[in-house]
Nanobody, 128 residues
Framework: HVQLVESGGGSVRAGGSLRLACAVS????????MGWYRQAPGKKREGVAALSIVEDRPYYADSVKGRFTISQDNAKNTIYLQMNKLKPEDTAMYICAAARPYFLQTCGGTWRTSGDKYWGQGTQVTVS
């Protein structure tokens, strides 16, 4: 069982920055995809970013490319999401997630596909 606990959300003005953290505990594997989703009121949950130790490049949704950076500190078992140049449309609940890659999928494909994942409780990000 995997447990995910987010921190770092808050309110910020447009153009500002925030860094989210996700503490990971329980059993994972190097192949696991780890990353972030977000969900705004009345909108579908969106896969924002994901990474895996065994993949060369992280996955980013088009809406955040060039502004958000996902990283991992293995010593601390923590996943980070650095969010720069924030926009009001980035306002959402940000939810940490983990999953084994789906069959023949990269982490990007896994993040774009509905299926079994472990979820955190989420942390609110509000951009005004």
């Amino acid at each position: 069982h995997v447990q995910l606990v987010e921190s770092g959300g808050g309110s910020v003005r447009a153009g500002g920055s925030l860094r989210l953290a996700c503490a990971v505990s329980g059993y994972t594997h190097d192949t696991f995809c780890m990353g972030w989703y977000r969900q705004a009121p009345g909108k579908k949950r969106e896969g924002v970013a994901a990474l895996s130790i065994v993949e060369d490049r992280p996955y980013y949704a088009d809406s955040v490319k060039g502004r958000f950076t996902i990283s991992q500190d293995n010593a601390k078992n923590t996943i980070y999401l650095q969010m720069n140049k924030l926009k009001p449309e980035d306002t959402a609940m940000y939810i940490c997630a983990a999953a084994r890659p789906y069959f023949l999928q990269t982490c990007g494909g896994t993040w774009r596909t509905s299926g079994d994942k472990y979820w955190g409780q989420g942390t609110q990000v509000t951009v005004s």
